[in-house]
Every structure is written in structure tokens, then in C-alpha cells.
């Protein structure tokens, strides 16, 4: 897709005027498109329709609100410090405002494509390519419906290219969405080629994407109307892919923290990408002007990232109620490496007070249980600070309790560990040992103090680390196809087969290179379950160890009917508000002022 991305980028003009004055959603007096059908009767308007949807993608993938959308609310999240649009956190207020960005996008880059598969039948091209092209116009059209229909339900349907403005429009039933997200995707993937192929060249579409996201739409369709066939069409499709993966040239890495360094974003692992680019002529980008969110720009690696330029007080300590009070000059300074603080999200580390859960954490007692042979947590959460910055902290000192005068040194000492475990003496002392800079164990955690999450992070900005990420944004991954045929075997009875897919996912993830290979055999066998441990909750459990972070779980709670469940045990900040109509986000209201002709655009239940 890199290189793709660099074929038409006038493309963002064509779909700004399409979505100016000729989308349905738009209501215009006097529209003067200056895009007709013939547009899309040559291999260059085909190819740029396609180009500005891939485009348009990023718009959501790496933003900060669609994000949040993804994550927050659940089990796995709870808002940082900073954090913004509090209402998908907590789901107090939570009201169309938070959600209506990407809905425009999505029915601005349909209409595209159904430009493209309208007139683009007989482009002049070989019958292949042809094919090719329509065929990855069907997966994004699928790509888009699918998140809509997850998001809000009954939608709009339109698979014709509307050239005039209209102000009437209606939610079609999720049954005809879901038939013809199946019917694109079916097709796709017969005409998509097996691995990349010029011009679709990095993680664009291809044969084996197209049928992983038709899997996960059987999966999701399955759970929905409790459809045994569906669960059946959705492991067998996971299995052939997976049978096949040599063949598509896909596979897992051996090491879990491989999938997620920079050099293989484009590698086996990786399936499908919004790319992003340092050109300001490819992607919303001031190289060396630094951001501030609201842009089509991968911002990804901010959120995470708790506050340790400013509240990393050398001298920091407990006050009587035994919170870290921030304390002393901060001994580090902000760098690429470590990233920029945005404070949004932070892994629920929240200490349950009551009920079945009383006295856990989610993070550590549940998802992240097993940290000794699991290697997921230390390849998902940054412990460490190395200091980057020399001070000199005297004896003297206010709230300097070690006795001791010493001098950091960049680039060796520790300044900050976020340890998994209660370390006695914290935040100065390592037991009894004075610890140079300061230990923040699971009790000092808050919405200040959290371990951030490093897979996404990119040392590489150079001439501000301020600027936006220039690594694509994953979006799917070949281990989630062993996570779906695992989850469809267990809804259709099959918990052997099912137990046989995680347990490539959970050895895979025993594997340290720092291990010895009996040490990683080891941690492989006690990682390996039987079909007695498969359970929904522990493929929830396996999904949040595997996907932490990754744009997936709220999508995973909704699907499978446990968000009120799993946010209600864990989440003490939306438990209180949550209800069962926040399984559906709220229409846009602008969407529903729009239709002033016809029947009125209603509403979801309890918006």
C-alpha cells in the first residue's frame, strides 16, 4: 500500500467534491458536481476512487477519537489524566457527538466505490486486472459496512452511485447489510490475487484478507441470530487460510514482540494496513511541524504514554494516604523514544473493591495472569525508563529519604521502573537498597501513574518527536485468524479444535529469545490448554493478551454479548452508567437532521 498510495492523490480532491456535491448525506440547492459516471469508465478514475478509500482510512485508524471508540469502555481501558471524550469511557453523557466523524467518511468513500463497481465494468483493461480492481473495490465497500453495521445497527444501504443530493434516507434492516457485506466479500476474494500484486502493493487487499474479514463476519452474524452455519462457514474459512498460509506468504513470528517492531510492519504477520507517510503530499503531514490531533494523521503511539517528562520527581514519595505525591526535579526529558505524553488511555489496573472480582486487578489477576511463561505483557507494556537526562540529587534534598548524593547517568541508570509485582521500600528503595531513580509498583498505579503501552511506538521521527507516526496502523493480524476459528469451534461445540487454535496463539507467545530452547519448551507446555479450559471467557481473556490496544475490544465485547457482563465486573468507572442499549453507539445527530423528506431517521434505543 505504500507504494500504492502514490498513484493518485488527486484522489482527495475527487472525494472532497463527491462528498460536497454529490453524496447523498449532504443536502446542496444547486449541486454542480464536476463528477459524472464516465469518470469511473477509465483504468485511472477506477484506480483513484479506489486510492482516495484507501486514503480516507486513515482518517479513522490512528485518530485519537476513533481510538477511543475502540477501546475505551471496556474491560481492558480506563481513561488517563487527559483523557478526552470522557463519555466513551464512562458512558455517562454519552451522545452522537462523540461518534459522527468517521460515519461521513464511511458513506462518502461507499458512493465512491459504488462509482467504481458501477461503471468500472468495462474499463479497458485485461479481464484480470479488471477484476482485480473491482474486486478491491467490493472488499472496502464490505471493509466500511461491516464497521458500521457493528457500530450502529441498522443502516443506510446504498449500492448505486448517487450523483444528486437528496434529503430523504432510510436505516435498512442489519440482516440485508450483513447478506451483502457477505455477498462482496465472497466475490473479492475470488478475483483478489494471493499476495500483494502491483499497484496494490504493501498490505493492501488480497485473497486471504478478504476471507479473514468474511470469516470475522460470520463469526460477528453467528453471535448475533445464534446461526450454527455461520460458525461453521467461520471456522472452516480461518482453518483454510491458515492450511494455506505459505501460499499467501503469511505466517506467525516466533517471537510475539516481533509482530511489532518497526521493520516488520509490512512482514508475514501483518495482514492489512492504513499506511501513513512522512510526503506531505501522501497524508496530512508537517514534517518536522509536530501535531496536535484532529488530522488523518497516526497518533497512535501518544495515547498510551503516561505523563513521565513532567511527573517523574526524583524525590517523589507516598503521602499518608499512600498515593505518589510527584516530588523534586522530573529525571527525564521528553524524547522520540519514549514518546509524547497525550495521557488518553491506561490499562485498567484498577483494584476491584467488591463483589466476585473484589481485591484483583484486572491487568495483572485476569488478562495478564500469567507473566512468567506468557511474554505478551513485557512485549505489550513499557516498564523502564532509561534516564536521559544528568541530575544530581544531594542527601540534603527535600524528600530525598536514601541518605545518599549521587549523579544520574544518561543512558545507564533506570530512572523510572513500573514493576508488575509490590516492590517493599517503593518509590526510593528497592527493599532496602536506595534506588537511584523511582519504583511505581502496581499500588502507586492511577490515571497519572500506568505502564505504557509500547507497540506502537516509533523512535524514528527525526526532525520533531512531536510529529505524527509514520509507521502503518495494523489493522488486522494473522493471529487473529487462529483467534476467530478458535471462537467459532467453540460456538459450534468443537472444543478440542478450538483449544488447538489458541494454543498456537499461546505457545507462540512462550517463546522468549532470551530463554534458553528448554526454558522456551518449557513455558510452552505450561502455557498449552486442553478443551475443558476453553471457556467464552478465556477467549475474551486470550483476545485482550494478544490484541491489547489493538482497535478490537469493544468490537469484541459487543460481538460477543459480554460488554454489560465484563465492564459491569471490572470497569469501576463505566459500571456504573453502562446499559444494555450502549451496545449500539448513537446515530449521528447530523445524519438524522439531514433527512427532512420522507419518514425521520430514527434514532438508537436509549440515545
Same mark, same amino acid.
Given at each position: 500500500?505504500?507504494?500504492? =498510495?502514490?498513484?493518485?492523490?488527486?484522489?482527495?480532491?475527487?472525494?472532497?467534491?463527491?462528498?460536497?456535491?454529490?453524496?447523498?448525506?449532504?443536502?446542496?440547492? =444547486?449541486?454542480?458536481?464536476?463528477?459524472?459516471?464516465?469518470?469511473?469508465?477509465?483504468?485511472?478514475?477506477?484506480?483513484?476512487?479506489?486510492?482516495?478509500?484507501?486514503?480516507?482510512? !486513515?482518517?479513522?485508524?490512528?485518530?485519537?477519537?476513533?481510538?477511543?471508540?475502540?477501546?475505551?469502555?471496556?474491560?481492558? =481501558?480506563?481513561?488517563?489524566?487527559?483523557?478526552?471524550?470522557?463519555?466513551?469511557?464512562?458512558?455517562?453523557? /454519552?451522545?452522537?457527538?462523540?461518534?459522527?466523524?468517521?460515519?461521513?467518511?464511511?458513506?462518502?468513500?461507499?458512493?465512491?466505490?459504488?462509482?467504481?463497481?458501477?461503471?468500472?465494468?468495462?474499463?479497458?483493461?485485461?479481464?484480470?486486472?479488471?477484476?482485480?480492481?473491482?474486486?478491491?473495490?467490493?472488499?472496502?465497500?464490505?471493509?466500511?459496512?461491516?464497521?458500521?453495521?457493528?457500530?450502529?445497527?441498522? +443502516?443506510?444501504?446504498?449500492?448505486?452511485?448517487?450523483?444528486?443530493?437528496?434529503?430523504?434516507?432510510? @436505516?435498512?434492516?442489519?440482516?440485508? #447489510?450483513?447478506?451483502?457485506?457477505?455477498?462482496?466479500l465472497t466475490e473479492a476474494s475470488a478475483d483478489l490475487p494471493n499476495t500483494p500484486t502491483d499497484p496494490f502493493l504493501g498490505k493492501a487487499a488480497t485473497k486471504p484478507v478478504a476471507l479473514y474479514l468474511l470469516a470475522k463476519v460470520y463469526l460477528t452474524r453467528g453471535w448475533l441470530n445464534g446461526t450454527q452455519t455461520d460458525f461453521q462457514q467461520a471456522w472452516t474459512i480461518a482453518s483454510g487460510i491458515i492450511t494455506n498460509k505459505a501460499t499467501y506468504g503469511l505466517d506467525l513470528w516466533a517471537d510475539y514482540g516481533d509482530a511489532f517492531v518497526p521493520a516488520n510492519d509490512y512482514g508475514k504477520e501483518t495482514m492489512f494496513v492504513s499506511d501513513h507517510s512522512s510526503d506531505p503530499k501522501y497524508g496530512q503531514y508537517t514534517v518536522g511541524g509536530g501535531a496536535a490531533g484532529g488530522g488523518a494523521q497516526n497518533l497512535t503511539p501518544w495515547f498510551y504514554i503516561w505523563n513521565y517528562p513532567s511527573n517523574s520527581g526524583i524525590n517523589s514519595n507516598k503521602n499518608g494516604s499512600g498515593v505518589l505525591v510527584n516530588?523534586?526535579?522530573? *529525571?527525564?526529558?521528553?524524547?522520540?523514544?519514549?514518546?509524547?505524553?497525550?495521557?488518553?488511555? !491506561?490499562?485498567?489496573?484498577?483494584?476491584?473493591?467488591?463483589?466476585?472480582? $473484589?481485591?484483583?486487578?484486572? /491487568?495483572?489477576?485476569?488478562?495478564?495472569?500469567?507473566?512468567?511463561?506468557?511474554?505478551?505483557?513485557?512485549?505489550?507494556?513499557?516498564?523502564?525508563?532509561?534516564?536521559?537526562?544528568?541530575?544530581?540529587?544531594?542527601? $540534603?534534598?527535600?524528600?530525598?529519604?536514601?541518605?545518599?548524593?549521587?549523579?544520574?547517568?544518561?543512558? &545507564?541508570?533506570?530512572?523510572?521502573?513500573?514493576?508488575?509485582?509490590?516492590?517493599?521500600?517503593?518509590?526510593?528503595?528497592?527493599?532496602?537498597?536506595?534506588?537511584?531513580?523511582? %519504583?511505581?509498583?502496581?499500588?502507586?498505579?492511577?490515571?497519572?501513574?500506568?505502564?505504557?503501552?509500547?507497540?506502537?511506538?516509533?523512535?524514528?521521527?527525526? $526532525?520533531?518527536?512531536?510529529?505524527?507516526?509514520?509507521?502503518? &496502523?495494523?489493522?488486522?493480524?494473522?493471529?487473529?485468524?487462529?483467534?476467530?476459528?478458535?471462537?467459532?469451534?467453540?460456538? *459450534?461445540?468443537?472444543?478440542?479444535?478450538?483449544?488447538?487454535?489458541?494454543?498456537? +496463539?499461546?505457545?507462540?507467545?512462550?517463546?522468549?529469545?532470551?530463554?534458553?530452547?528448554?526454558?522456551?519448551?518449557?513455558?510452552?507446555?505450561?502455557?498449552? %490448554?486442553?478443551?475443558?479450559?476453553?471457556?467464552?471467557?478465556?477467549?475474551?481473556?486470550?483476545?485482550?493478551?494478544?490484541?491489547?490496544?489493538?482497535?478490537? @475490544?469493544?468490537?469484541?465485547?459487543?460481538?460477543?454479548?459480554?460488554?454489560?457482563?465484563? #465492564?459491569? /465486573?471490572?470497569?469501576?468507572? $463505566?459500571?456504573?452508567?453502562?446499559?444494555?442499549? =450502549? &451496545? /449500539? !453507539?448513537?446515530?449521528?445527530?447530523?445524519?438524522?437532521?439531514?433527512? +427532512?423528506?420522507?419518514?425521520?431517521?430514527?434514532?438508537?434505543?436509549?440515545?
Open positions: 500500500m505504500k507504494r500504492y =498510495h502514490k498513484i493518485l492523490y488527486t484522489t482527495l480532491l475527487i472525494s472532497a467534491t463527491m462528498f460536497m456535491n454529490s453524496c447523498k448525506k449532504l443536502l446542496e440547492e =444547486h449541486p454542480q458536481s464536476s463528477i459524472v459516471p464516465s469518470f469511473f469508465n477509465s483504468p485511472a478514475g477506477v484506480l483513484g476512487g479506489i486510492s482516495g478509500v484507501y486514503n480516507d482510512i !486513515r482518517s479513522a485508524w490512528g485518530t485519537e477519537g476513533f481510538s477511543a471508540q475502540m477501546v475505551a469502555g471496556t474491560d481492558e =481501558h480506563l481513561a488517563g489524566a487527559s483523557a478526552s471524550s470522557l463519555p466513551l469511557y464512562n458512558y455517562n453523557g /454519552l451522545n452522537s457527538s462523540t461518534v459522527e466523524g468517521w460515519w461521513n467518511t464511511a458513506y462518502t468513500d461507499i458512493n465512491t466505490l459504488n462509482g467504481v463497481l458501477q461503471y468500472g465494468q468495462s474499463i479497458d483493461l485485461p479481464d484480470a486486472t479488471r477484476k482485480q480492481y473491482l474486486a478491491q473495490a467490493k472488499f472496502l465497500r464490505a471493509f466500511w459496512y461491516f464497521n458500521l453495521v457493528q457500530f450502529f445497527g441498522d +443502516v443506510p444501504l446504498h449500492i448505486t452511485f448517487i450523483t444528486a443530493p437528496s434529503q430523504a434516507d432510510s @436505516r435498512q434492516p442489519v440482516a440485508d #447489510v450483513y447478506a451483502q457485506i457477505i455477498k462482496d516530588s523534586g526535579t522530573s *529525571d527525564m526529558i521528553r524524547d522520540a523514544a519514549n514518546g509524547r505524553p497525550f495521557i488518553r488511555t !491506561r490499562p485498567n489496573s484498577a483494584l476491584i473493591a467488591s463483589g466476585v472480582n $473484589a481485591g484483583k486487578r484486572y /491487568l495483572l489477576d485476569q488478562a495478564f495472569v500469567n507473566r512468567v511463561n506468557d511474554s505478551r505483557y513485557d512485549n505489550t507494556f513499557q516498564k523502564v525508563w532509561i534516564s536521559n537526562t544528568a541530575i544530581t540529587n544531594t542527601a $540534603a534534598a527535600a524528600g530525598n529519604t536514601r541518605g545518599i548524593t549521587y549523579t544520574m547517568t544518561p543512558g &545507564v541508570d533506570t530512572a523510572i521502573w513500573i514493576p508488575d509485582t509490590e516492590i517493599t521500600g517503593a518509590p526510593q528503595f528497592n527493599g532496602t537498597t536506595p534506588f537511584k531513580g523511582i %519504583i511505581i509498583p502496581p499500588s502507586l498505579w492511577s490515571n497519572t501513574y500506568f505502564p505504557s503501552v509500547k507497540k506502537f511506538m516509533d523512535p524514528s521521527r527525526g $526532525a520533531n518527536f512531536n510529529d505524527p507516526s509514520t509507521r502503518p &496502523v495494523v489493522i488486522y493480524r494473522f493471529s487473529d485468524v487462529y483467534m476467530i476459528a478458535a471462537e467459532a469451534y467453540f460456538k *459450534d461445540g468443537k472444543l478440542t479444535e478450538a483449544a488447538n487454535m489458541l494454543n498456537a +496463539v499461546r505457545q507462540r507467545s512462550a517463546f522468549r529469545k532470551t530463554n534458553t530452547a528448554a526454558q522456551n519448551t518449557a513455558a510452552a507446555t505450561a502455557l498449552t %490448554i486442553t478443551a475443558s479450559d476453553v471457556t467464552l471467557d478465556f477467549i475474551l481473556d486470550e483476545r485482550s493478551r494478544e490484541f491489547f490496544g489493538e482497535w478490537q @475490544r469493544w468490537l469484541d465485547l459487543v460481538r460477543t454479548k459480554s460488554l454489560l457482563n465484563r #465492564v459491569t /465486573l471490572w470497569n469501576p468507572e $463505566a459500571a456504573p452508567n453502562i446499559k444494555p442499549f =450502549h &451496545v /449500539l !453507539r448513537p446515530i449521528p445527530q447530523t445524519q438524522i437532521d439531514r433527512v +427532512v423528506e420522507g419518514p425521520a431517521f430514527p434514532q438508537n434505543t436509549g440515545y
